[in-house]
């Protein structure tokens, strides 16, 4: 049995040079409809993207920030060099729990069951601000009690 070997051979990539920009095709067609670009976040009003202010309350201090529809609290209260409690950032393990002291959140992506969070708790690593929120910190053991008592009812 014969074994043929083959050889590679690895050039250099020609240099690039700065093209002329395309004709718009609108000016080729009069017909062709024109194409908008289109962004799209299941978070993100279509009306407005405008930050929403967010007081967060830990350790006898209020913070207060401007949190992005499509960020969490979380993550800009990290980002703000805030030190607060969380562990997966996923919502499930409960380490981020904090009391909705006004506003709304979209925490969907958390594991809270609909009564905790109708009496007004959220995770603070799925919680996407839907308005201007005043949050506090609170210990993850009253969330614990809470969740589980719900759950055997």
Request: glycine share 4%.
């Amino acid at each position: 049995m014969a074994t043929t070997l083959h050889t590679l051979h690895l050039t250099t990539s020609p240099s690039f040079k700065s093209q002329p920009k395309p004709k718009k095709l609108q000016n080729l067609h009069p017909n062709t409809p024109q194409l908008k670009p289109h962004f799209s976040s299941r978070r993100l009003s279509s009306t407005s993207i405008n930050a929403y202010k967010v007081v967060i309350e830990h350790n006898n201090k209020s913070t207060e920030l401007e949190v992005e529809p499509d960020e969490t609290i979380l993550s800009k209260a990290l980002d703000s060099g805030l030190e607060v409690p969380y562990d997966c950032n996923l919502g499930v393990c409960m380490t981020c729990p904090a009391r909705l002291l006004d506003g709304k959140v979209d925490q969907s992506d958390g594991m809270l069951s609909d009564d905790v969070i109708e009496r007004g708790y959220a995770l603070m690593c799925v919680s996407y601000p839907k308005s201007d929120c005043h949050v506090r910190i609170i210990p993850e053991e009253e969330l614990l009690s809470l969740q589980l008592a719900t759950a055997n009812d």
